[in-house]
């Protein structure tokens, strides 16, 4: 009994995503059997019983197939036959369910194969979403479901990778340290369906004013055998467990021997899926950031050339500084933001301060950053104080930067040295905006900055720009939450007004 208890299958979703399996396709009858529910269960006020209840929705599988339609579960792990009546299978066998009357074994039929299966069989919501176009769109899906199946199929791969290492007979010897260090770069795919998962809420919650989604949904789960838990507590299940790792790895390396075998690789696993929790909550973060970005530069008049966001995702440092470029001869104000790959600079209107005018931007990833001492400046033959020099490599172009205050000159300089680090650890890591975020940005930006209003009919406040202008970047401490960090970055104002704008900040100090 105790054997066959551990030889149980566990189940997955119904269907395994488009080709990782090449039984995945279940047939047109899914699609009848799926409309049968939802018309039932929303015609009739009827609760269905609990899964292992005996309760509506094994009722129905069994109605299905006395009407001779076609029932299919689909495996998630092997099943090694205990039995000769047992029926034995693979991950991915696609079964079809003959008799359901048992609530506990069902019997089934693989090619010519037959015998009796564990029935906790489920069915999926992405495949029977996918069937109701008439009411999901492709978009909607992935915004609900985001990568879910990216994470499936790498879930499955990772806890075969355990399955192994794990000792049946002595789990104290069980060394499953290696597995965390063999997949950890495979754990960032979780950065994106959390970084999603805020949308599927918005999503989720919108849909679920509408009773026909809620019907829908509910029929899904029931048919499923699911807990009594909504769609989108399920969908938070990913975003709780990459979080859950890290406390799970210390917990283990906290009673695991110094002298075991895999005390060394479970250290490491647990400092790498820290690691893996960082780089996911830092992405989040500039995410959360490209919004703003979007609103500043639709507040910039006279912009020209392509959106900040085709190239750039984080503000790393601004300020104001005096530009001497040549062949000019005399210096020019301009506030400077820089940006991951590029710096762009622009003018203050005269009379609106809070207004300002494109200028123009400088490629970094093409520039040498240069500390240049007080006195004669030899390039531009004049006398220069806290002074940079930004130097096009392999061109004659040369910009003069300076700053009023020592301090602020070497303020920059650090920036700058941050720029190239943050460049250098995108590309380590691969983080980069995907063009749907970036369209969707900047869409939301000019919504709030409708474009074609009359030439001088300046817009009524700046708030997002002027804060860019009076923040004074101070060094905050790392370990402060996001929220206190944002509070102390605040201009010291009391009005109403200033306390909004501070809301507003979003870029790291």
């Known amino acids: 009994i105790v054997a066959r208890q551990q030889m149980l299958l566990r189940w997955g979703p119904l269907v395994v995503p488009d080709g990782t399996s090449e039984k995945s396709g279940l047939g047109d009858e899914l699609g009848a059997e799926e409309d049968f529910l939802y018309e039932e269960f929303r015609s009739s006020g009827h609760r269905f019983g609990q899964p292992g209840g005996g309760g509506g929705e094994q009722l129905a599988i069994n109605e299905l197939i006395s009407d001779g339609s076609v029932v299919y579960a689909e495996a998630l792990w092997d099943h090694v036959t205990m039995d000769i009546q047992e029926l034995g299978f693979k991950a ?96 960032q795919i979780y950065s994106e369906y959390c970084n999603n998962h805020p949308n599927a809420c918005v999503q989720l919650s919108r849909l679920m004013k509408v009773n026909k989604y809620v019907f829908f949904f509910e029929a899904c789960r029931l048919l499923q055998r699911m807990i009594h838990i909504s769609l989108d507590g399920f969908l938070l299940t990913p975003v709780q467990k990459i979080c859950k790792y890290p406390l799970q790895l210390a917990e283990l390396l906290k009673y695991t021997n110094p002298q075991h075998r895999d005390y060394q690789d479970v250290e490491a696993a647990l400092d790498a899926m820290k690691n893996v929790a960082r ?105 220069v104080k806290n002074g940079l020099k930004l130097r096009v490599r392999g061109s004659d172009e040369v910009h003069l930067l300076c700053t009023k205050k020592p301090e602020q000159k070497q303020r920059w300089i650090r920036a700058f040295a941050e720029e190239r680090k ?81 809301r507003l900040t979003p870029f790291k100090k």
């Open 279 to 383: 780089l996911i909550n830092e992405r989040k973060r500039r995410l959360e950031n490209i919004d703003k970005i979007a609103q500043w530069q639709s507040s910039i008049e006279d912009w020209e050339g392509e959106d900040v966001l085709v190239r750039s995702s984080e503000l790393i440092f601004s300020g104001e500084m005096t530009k001497l470029s040549q062949p000019q001869t005399k210096g020019q104000q301009r506030m400077f933001f820089l940006f991951d790959h590029q710096m762009v600079y622009c003018k203050k209107d005269l009379l609106r301060r809070d207004i300002l005018y494109y200028k123009g931007r400088m490629d970094m990833d093409l520039m040498d950053v240069m500390d240049v001492e007080d006195g004669r400046e030899k390039d531009f033959n004049i006398s």
């Open 92 to 187: 991915g066998d696609v079964i079809e369910v003959i008799d359901a009357t048992n609530k506990e074994w069902w019997w089934g039929r693989i090619v010519e194969s037959e015998g009796w299966f564990p029935a906790s069989f489920v069915r999926g919501y992405i495949k029977q979403c996918r069937r109701r176009t008439d009411m999901f769109s492709e978009e909607q899906l992935r915004t609900i479901f985001g990568n879910i199946e990216d994470i499936y199929r790498f879930q499955r791969k990772f806890l075969k990778g355990l399955e192994r290492r794990f000792n049946q007979d002595q789990p104290h010897l069980s060394e499953i340290g290696c597995c965390f260090l063999e997949h950890q770069t495979d754990f």
């Open 422 to 502: 943050q460049v250098h650890q995108d590309q380590e890591t691969g983080f980069s905006l995907t063009e749907v975020q970036k369209k969707q940005a900047m869409v939301n930006a000019f919504r709030g900055h409708p474009a074609g209003k009359p030439k001088g009919q300046q817009p009524v406040t700046r708030p997002y720009c002027d804060f860019l202008l009076r923040q004074k970047h101070p060094s905050l401490p790392t370990a402060l939450p996001q929220q206190q960090v944002f509070m102390l970055a605040e201009p010291k104002r009391k009005t109403t007004f200033w306390h909004n704008i501070g």
